[in-house]
């Protein structure tokens, strides 16, 4: 399935700082995504009118990869600071995702997944993205399906937590969990670009992060579950 793409050059996000990061249009999004209307942070505020603006005015995948490619020997980038990986019925586009991987040799791209690694071909998809120098991470809902896709070693893995965990913790299969610094930070001086934790595709710990945006009570209840 073909998707349309946002990019901006360079977030004025606090949370992210002035790196460059891109917005896939919300059909990308996958059913296993608990959040999917339901509590995700990207339905509201004003990245919630940037998301719903890419289907009509965003970029096809190959002035995607133009951009990509232009980016500086090393420079950091955030894939998808809102939807999802490309695919066709819930089965990761493998030709989609390598030209993305392809775009970021010399660069040090990350994203999230929140597609489900049942399906074979997503777990091949996930693994060959890391082992080729762009690190996906695997979103869980909470700190049981965190262990299960630790369990996996596919790439990195993030979780959603109750907006009142703001401290570091143990899963309950015993797998370290750091709560994201730039979440908990009340100078906005920890950043994407200066933490670079999520772009590191062999870490051990789990990122954390604390459920917040508009609909963060919804997401509070998921990570609970």
Known sequence: MDYKYRVTCKSRNKKTGPIMVT????????????????????????????WRDTETIGKDL?????????LKPGALWRHNQAGDLPHNDETIDFDALDKIVAANKGKKGFTYTHHTMNIYRNRIAVKDANEDGFTVNLSANNLEHADNLKALDLGPVVVVLPETQTTNLITPMGNKVTVCPAAIDK????NCANCKLC??????????????????KKAGIIASA
Do not use: Q, W
């Not at 190959?62 to 232009?70: G, K, N, P, S």
């Not at 100078?187 to 920890?190: L, Q, V």
């Open 62 to 70: 190959d002035a995607l990869c133009d951009d990509i490619r232009a």
């Open 187 to 190: 100078t906005d001086k920890i």
């Open 23 to 50: 917005t896939t249009e919300k059909k990308s999004c996958p059913k296993a995504c608990p959040l999917k209307d339901n509590g995700c942070y990207a339905d509201g505020g004003p990245l919630a009118i940037v």
């Open 199 to 216: 772009a590191i595709s062999d870490r051990e710990t789990i990122i954390g992060f604390p459920a917040h945006g508009m609909r963060k």
